[in-house]
């Protein structure tokens, strides 16, 4: 069952800023400070979790700046570190946090991270073979569980982790990634599945089609991303969007770059593509949170009814729009949830 309120998380701006590169109101800032206080600042506004995602680059414009997401804490690619070592990282980030810490497992699909280090990129779906075999070392180890494992690329001979489980039996485990993998894959050893920003006929599918995979223990759960603009009157955040579609123009060459520099078997980039006009990372604004403060609050109640527990949020400009949704739209949220209750 779906927690009866929904859950908001923000996207940390580890890349500095999640709509255009060029908005006048907020130059690209991945400064350490800044997210700092943006988080803090989340928090107190009552915002539940944080998403911190992970590259290397920047994948726009590599002469931006880029934060590093295990030091920020935590998206993961499973190529990057041992099972073993992360487990371990992550089982100490979970004693520091008192039990708050997440991982969301991902399988990469921006080449130059891993080509440019010699860090081997495979083939679309041998990635998401040795991710399984990853995720089911990690899931193991944070859980305190002994393990001995020999696999087509790990071989762990009697690894236990101290200590784990002070504060619940183990750190929750998020997946993105849309292909056919990448479900099963969520099905079989996540916790939440997090869907990219679409229109809820494509979410309702989708969230069908995972659920009917195979899966042990209790239910999956599931989280979507998505770019806010809630504004007082429907044709006022309209208005907006139109203004920040016509920024990212700006945009374009940048966005050419990364597509460039992308797996083409990422099946993100071809939901992308389908979908209308949009800003804003995976999906973005195409999940429809756009218009007067009912209309944002309604549509998330109708994300919510199909299964959606967790909305983590983009905005642009970040500060200001995180408290406008804080002030606005939650409050609407919660009266709406208690009265369908
Ligand atoms: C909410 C969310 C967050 C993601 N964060 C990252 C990330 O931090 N780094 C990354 O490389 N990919 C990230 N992804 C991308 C996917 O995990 C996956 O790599 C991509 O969709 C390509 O795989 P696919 O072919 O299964 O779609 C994210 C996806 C979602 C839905």
């Known amino acids: 069952m779906t927690a009866s309120i929904p859950r908001f998380g923000i996207w940390a701006l580890v890349s500095g800023a999640t709509g255009s590169l060029f908005h006048p109101d907020e130059p690209p800032d991945a400064t350490w400070e800044r997210n700092k206080r943006l988080v803090l600042e989340a928090e107190t506004l009552g915002y539940d979790t944080t998403l911190v995602a992970q590259h290397l680059f920047h994948v726009r414009d590599e002469t931006l700046d880029q934060l590093e997401t295990w030091t920020s804490c935590a998206a993961i690619k499973p190529r990057l570190f041992h099972p073993a070592v992360l487990a371990k990282m992550a089982t100490q980030i979970e004693e520091i946090s008192h039990g708050r810490f997440a991982i969301n497992l991902v399988n990469a699909w921006y080449k130059p991270?891993?080509?440019?280090?010699?860090?081997?990129?495979?083939?679309?779906?041998?990635?998401?073979?040795?991710?399984?075999?990853?995720?089911?070392?990690?899931?193991?180890?944070?859980?305190?569980?002994?393990?001995?494992?020999?696999?087509?690329?790990?071989?762990?001979?009697?690894?236990?982790?101290?200590?784990?489980?002070?504060?619940?039996?183990?750190?929750?485990?998020?997946?993105?990634?849309?292909?056919?993998?990448?479900?099963?894959?969520?099905?079989?050893?996540?916790?939440?599945?997090?869907?990219?920003?679409?229109?809820?006929?494509?979410?309702?599918?989708?969230?069908?089609?995972?659920?009917?995979?195979?899966?042990?223990?209790?239910?999956?759960?599931?989280?979507?991303?998505?770019?806010?603009?809630?504004?007082?009157?429907?044709?006022?955040?309209?208005?907006?969007?139109?203004?920040?579609?016509?920024?990212?123009?700006?945009?374009?060459?940048?966005?050419?770059?990364?597509?460039a520099n992308t797996d083409p078997k990422a099946?993100?980039?071809?939901?992308?593509?389908?979908?209308?006009?949009?800003?804003g990372s995976n999906g973005g604004t195409a999940a429809g949170l756009v218009g007067s403060y009912d209309t944002v609050a309604a549509r998330i109640l109708q994300f919510h009814a199909l299964g959606i527990e967790t909305f983590m949020l983009q905005f642009q400009p970040f500060e200001a729009e995180m408290r406008r949704f804080a002030d606005e739209v939650r409050p609407r949220v919660q009266r709406l949830s208690v009265a369908a209750a």
């Open 113 to 259: 991270e891993f080509e440019r280090a010699g860090i081997p990129f495979s083939e679309h779906d041998a990635r998401y073979d040795y991710g399984r075999e990853w995720i089911t070392l990690v899931r193991a180890l944070i859980a305190g569980e002994r393990v001995e494992f020999k696999g087509a690329h790990f071989t762990i001979d009697g690894y236990q982790l101290r200590p784990t489980g002070r504060y619940r039996p183990r750190p929750i485990i998020y997946a993105g990634g849309e292909s056919v993998q990448a479900r099963d894959l969520a099905a079989d050893t996540a916790d939440v599945w997090f869907i990219n920003g679409q229109p809820t006929e494509n979410v309702r599918a989708l969230i069908a089609d995972t659920a009917a995979r195979p899966r042990r223990g209790p239910k999956l759960r599931y989280g979507l991303s998505a770019f806010v603009i809630a504004r007082p009157t429907d044709a006022e955040a309209q208005e907006e969007h139109a203004r920040i579609l016509d920024i990212a123009r700006q945009d374009a060459p940048l966005r050419d770059r990364q597509m």
């Open 267 to 279: 099946v993100m980039f071809h939901t992308f593509a389908r979908l209308p006009k949009h800003v």
